[in-house]
């Protein structure tokens, strides 16, 4: 058994390029986009499409998204997660430190910090911040520290923290970042998630026969659940609407951020915005809780692509409920995850 005080944690989030200059974004964006659980083509075939056709294209457009978001300490999702850091580190006895799963911090600095504020590591707990299972966002993040782990050969033992979608302090905390904005008049809240390619969720079922194929299939019980990002976002969603006591036809469910030309998770986040006011839902809240922190997807693509479809397609007010961020409750939850991990493993 380890102990207590010889244990460090890691909160790991999914990176920014380091400026939004083109050359900073195109090199992001080139190593998010050459990892193979994000597109999963084959190398050669990834290797020309995205060097030599998506990311010359995309780049600049990047850049300019980016450049509307920034702040003046940098990427907004950079500068939250130091500031959940912060947050987390002031109710925590152990070094608390942050690495991104592309750019900078590279988790090789985060073990190397955490070593010399004590040489006598014996463990580290990595939180990788995506509340569900997914093979471009969770599984990559935390493959990727295991993988730099081993390369480097480091002594002390290595946990991560599973996805925490339906634990009930993260649900809470969600539904609690939401209560305020309800006290405004609205007619419908959207769970806005990213999205991922359908393929993906096949790919990721281990039965080989239950997601996307079994009629109602996030609802019928299965093995597959543990890994299905689409089950998991809509039990995020039904334990945070049964905890704010919304109706049914109150709330639902899309997905955004689409790349590319494949199938995506349905219904798109774009193509329901210009809907809703059709169905007479003119006055939108929407969240996005599968982002711990604000960033490109929620800043610009929900904040004001998002508004602006709504608002053309008819709509009356919209408005954007911010990530947990650091959150009071949120910070708790994340300061009991590394805790609850702590009790198994230390004296
Ligand atoms: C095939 C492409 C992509 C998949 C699959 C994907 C899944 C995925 N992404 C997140 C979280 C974030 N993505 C962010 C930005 C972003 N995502 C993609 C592509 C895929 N993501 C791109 C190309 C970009 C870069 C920006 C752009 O050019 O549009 C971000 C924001 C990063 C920031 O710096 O603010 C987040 C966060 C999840 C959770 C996920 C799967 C569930
Ligand atoms: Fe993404
Ligand atoms: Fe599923």
Not at 7 to 18: A, T
Not at 208 to 214: D, E, F, N, Q, W
Not at 264 to 292: D, H, M, N, R, S
């Amino acid at each position: 058994m380890v102990s207590k005080s010889d244990v460090g944690i890691i909160l790991m989030n999914l990176g920014s390029p380091d400026s939004t200059a083109v050359p900073d974004v195109k090199r992001y964006l080139i190593e998010f986009l050459m990892d193979k659980r994000v597109i999963d083509y084959p190398w050669l075939f990834r290797k020309i499409l995205i060097e030599g056709i998506i990311v010359p294209r995309r780049a600049a457009q990047s850049a300019k998204a980016y450049e509307s978001i920034w702040w003046e300490e940098g990427s907004p999702l950079i500068a939250l997660t130091k500031q959940l850091q912060t947050a987390v580190q002031h109710d925590m006895d152990i070094p608390v430190e942050i690495a991104m799963r592309y750019g900078n911090p590279h988790p090789e600095v985060a073990y190397n910090n955490l070593l010399r504020k004590n040489p006598d590591l014996k463990e580290v707990i990595v939180l990788p911040l995506y509340p569900h299972y997914a093979m471009s966002s969770y599984e990559t993040a935390a493959e990727y520290a295991k993988e730099i782990y081993l390369k480097k050969k480091y002594t002390f033992k290595l946990s991560v923290i599973p996805p925490f979608y339906d634990e009930p302090d993260y649900i809470n905390a969600v539904a609690e970042s939401m209560r305020p904005y309800m006290q405004q008049d609205y007619d419908y809240i959207l769970f806005s998630y990213h999205g991922v390619p359908e393929r993906h969720i096949h790919k990721g079922d281990i039965t080989g026969s239950h997601c996307l194929k079994v009629n109602d299939c996030c609802h019928v019980r299965s093995e597959a659940h543990k890994f299905c990002y689409r089950h998991q976002v809509t039990i995020t969603s039904e334990l945070v609407a049964a905890k704010l006591g919304l109706p049914k036809d109150k709330w639902g469910i899309s997905f955004q951020s689409r790349l590319g030309r494949e199938e995506w998770l349905k219904p798109y986040t774009a193509a329901t915005l210009e809907q809703l006011p059709q169905e007479g839902k003119k006055k939108l809240l929407i969240v996005c809780p599968a982002f711990v922190s604000d960033c490109l997807e929620t800043l610009e693509e929900i904040a004001v692509e998002g508004k602006h479809s709504f608002m053309h397609a008819g709509g009356d007010s919209y408005t954007m409920i911010p990530c947990l961020n650091i959150h009071p409750l949120w910070v708790k939850a994340v300061v009991k995850y590394c805790n609850q991990i702590m009790e198994t493993t230390t004296v």
